[in-house]
C-alpha cells in the first residue's frame, strides 16, 4: 500500500507549502490505468461475501499496514520537503491529517467491497476468507490479479479525501506552524 499512499503524501506536503499539489523533483503525474475490461455488475452474493472477506482478518491487516505506510510515507515526505522537526510533523500528521482520513475509512471500505465483488466470484472470495485466516503468501498469491485495482481503488479514495479537505488541513498544518 505504500505505492498508494505515496502520490497523496506528496500532495499534502504541497499543502504544507502552499501548492494545492505537489510533486517530486522529475516525479512525472502517475498514468491512469485504463481498465482491460468493464468490471461486471457485483451481486448482492458477492458484495456480501466481499463484506465478509474484509472483516475476516483482511480488513485489519490491510488498514493497519495502509495507516502505517501512509503515514510514515507523509511523515518521511514532509519532514524531507519542509526541514521542519520530525517530531513536529509527526504531531500534525497525527493531530490534523490521520482523523480526517480515518474518518472516511466506511467510505474506502464500501470501494474495496465493490471492487472485489466485481473482481472475484463469491466462491473465491469465500476462499480469499480463509487464505486471509490460514496463510498471508497464499493471500497475496490469491489478490496478485486485484492488485492494481485495488491500489486504484485507494488512490482514487485517498485523492478525493485530499480534495475535499485541502482547506481544513491546509488550516490544520498552518495552526501548527507548518503551513505558509
Not at 519532514?79 to 497525527?94: N, P
Not at 480469499?128 to 485507494?154: D, F, H, N
Amino acid at each position: 500500500m505504500m505505492r498508494a499512499a505515496a502520490p497523496l503524501a506528496l500532495a499534502l506536503a504541497g499543502l504544507l507549502g502552499g501548492a494545492a499539489l505537489a510533486q517530486a523533483p522529475g516525479q512525472k503525474p502517475p498514468a491512469a490505468a485504463a481498465p482491460a475490461t468493464a468490471p461486471a455488475a457485483a451481486s448482492s452474493e458477492a458484495r456480501a461475501e466481499a463484506q465478509a472477506f474484509l472483516a475476516a482478518g483482511f480488513g485489519e491487516g490491510f488498514f493497519g499496514t495502509f495507516w502505517t505506510s501512509f503515514r510514515q510515507s507523509l511523515v518521511d515526505t514532509l519532514v524531507q520537503r519542509s526541514g521542519r522537526d520530525r517530531a513536529q510533523i509527526e504531531s500534525a500528521a497525527e493531530e490534523v491529517v490521520m482523523p480526517i482520513f480515518q474518518a472516511r475509512r466506511p467510505e474506502l471500505e464500501a470501494s474495496l467491497v465493490e471492487m472485489l465483488a466485481t473482481q472475484f466470484t463469491p466462491a473465491q472470495l469465500r476462499s480469499l476468507r480463509q487464505e486471509a485466516t490460514a496463510s498471508v503468501p497464499r493471500l497475496q498469491e490469491g489478490l496478485a490479479p486485484v492488485m492494481p485495482a485495488l491500489q486504484a481503488t485507494v488512490r482514487s479514495w485517498s485523492e478525493r479525501v485530499l480534495q475535499d479537505n485541502q482547506d481544513a488541513i491546509r488550516n490544520g498544518l498552518r495552526a501548527r506552524g507548518l503551513g505558509r
